[in-house]
């Protein structure tokens, strides 16, 4: 069984910083990619931040770039998402994705957690 869990979600007032975590358990063979979403209530994800298997393709919403780092560690299949300068807009439901090869599966599978709230607000 694989799964994803996040952490790191909560109340932050505006311009403060959060750092979101999130971490694959189960049998993977191998992880190609690893990203963040975000959704708010009556809109679709939309992509914040990813990053590839060995952490050189890295790709950032405009609206992430300059305030967040997506960074990655391979030893424990482990995503981060560090947010400074954090606004109302950027309140949302966080979700980890990821790609990747489950030992025993012939087909590379695609994954979501089950999403971590960020409020920022004063």
């Known amino acids: 069984q694989v799964q994803l869990v996040e952490s790191g979600g909560g109340l932050v007032q505006p311009g403060g910083s959060l750092k979101l975590s999130c971490v694959a358990s189960?049998?993977?063979?191998?992880?190609?990619?690893m990203g963040w979403y975000r959704q708010v209530p009556g809109k679709q994800r939309e992509l914040v931040a990813a990053?590839?298997?060995?952490?050189?393709?890295?790709v950032y919403a405009d609206s992430a770039k300059g305030r967040f780092t997506v960074s990655r560690d391979n030893t424990n299949n482990t995503i981060y998402l560090e947010m400074t300068a954090l606004k109302p807009d950027d309140t949302a439901d966080y979700y980890c994705?990821?790609?990747?090869?489950?030992?025993?599966?012939?087909?590379?599978?695609?994954?979501w957690g089950q999403g971590t709230l960020v409020t920022v607000s004063s």
């Open positions: 990053i590839d298997s060995d952490a050189n393709g890295l």
């Open positions: 994705h990821l790609k990747g090869a489950v030992q025993g599966l012939k087909k590379d599978i695609a994954m």
């Open positions: 189960g049998n993977f063979a191998a992880i190609y990619f």
